[in-house]
């Protein structure tokens, strides 16, 4: 079975600064997608970014960007001049053949002005 | 192209009634997953279902719990005879592939 860990339970950084969000995985197979998801306070899973395993670039989508080691089964989300609006609830999620994903218990930024 | 729509945002039931949740999922994808949210913890997968199929329900619990994903309307998660327990955040997703998921705004049972 796959695990997902996210050991920090909350992180803060100061507004325009860079943040790094830790995680981990384990699991068997190659071929497999890692994901970020933002849960604002509205509770809606916001999409934040994608890695495909087989891709040994890291994934980019404006101010966020991912250090994939495929090896070391890490995946970090890197949030560059960071704003009010990412305060939030971040999860780290794994996605495999069957297609399910599994979560970490997420990580609560908070961004102070 | 609407987003994945659930139904009810709340719902309140009190213990022994029935819970059915409600998931009508974008249009054109085929796949429907469904997840639950404890306070504090992360989404934990339920069950998988492809239209009139189930696909993998290894998330759900024996008792009590169902899913169906009919030929036509949403997908249901029926929770019979609610505990205290039960209470938590239900989330939909929907997806054409397993290259990403999108999810509803979820809905938020509590047990009385």
């Known amino acids: 079975a796959q695990t997902v860990t996210q050991s920090q339970p909350e992180m803060s950084v100061q507004e325009a600064e860079t943040v790094t969000l830790s995680c981990t995985y384990d699991?068997?197979?190659?071929?497999?997608?890692l994901f970020w998801y933002k849960q604002p306070p509205s509770r809606q899973m916001i999409l934040v970014i994608r890695?495909?395993?087989?891709?040994?670039q890291n994934a980019t989508e404006n101010r966020f960007s991912v250090n994939f080691q495929k090896a070391a089964k890490s995946f970090s989300l890197k949030i560059s001049d960071s704003q009010l609006g990412d305060a939030a609830m971040y999860f780290c999620a794994y996605g495999g053949a069957n297609s399910k994903l599994t979560f970490g218990k997420g990580i609560t930024l908070s961004v102070r002005p | 192209n609407a987003g994945v729509m659930q139904n009810p945002r709340h719902l309140v039931r009190r213990r022994g009634q029935e819970a059915r949740l409600r998931c009508s999922p974008m249009k054109g994808h085929s796949h429907v997953y469904w997840y639950r949210q404890l306070p504090e913890e992360g989404l934990k997968f339920m069950v998988y279902?492809?239209?009139?199929?189930?696909?993998?329900e290894s998330g759900m619990p024996k008792e009590r719990f169902s899913a169906e994903f009919p030929k036509e309307g949403p997908s249901i998660l029926r929770i019979q005879q609610v505990v205290r327990g039960d209470s938590a955040a239900y989330f939909c997703?929907?997806?054409?592939?397993?290259?990403?998921?999108?999810f509803g705004q979820g809905t938020r049972l509590t047990v009385v």
């Open positions: 997703a929907s997806s054409p592939d397993r290259a990403e998921a999108f």
């Open positions: 890695q495909e395993a087989y891709k040994q």
């Open positions: 279902l492809q239209k009139e199929n189930i696909i993998d």
């Open positions: 699991t068997s197979e190659s071929d497999y997608y």
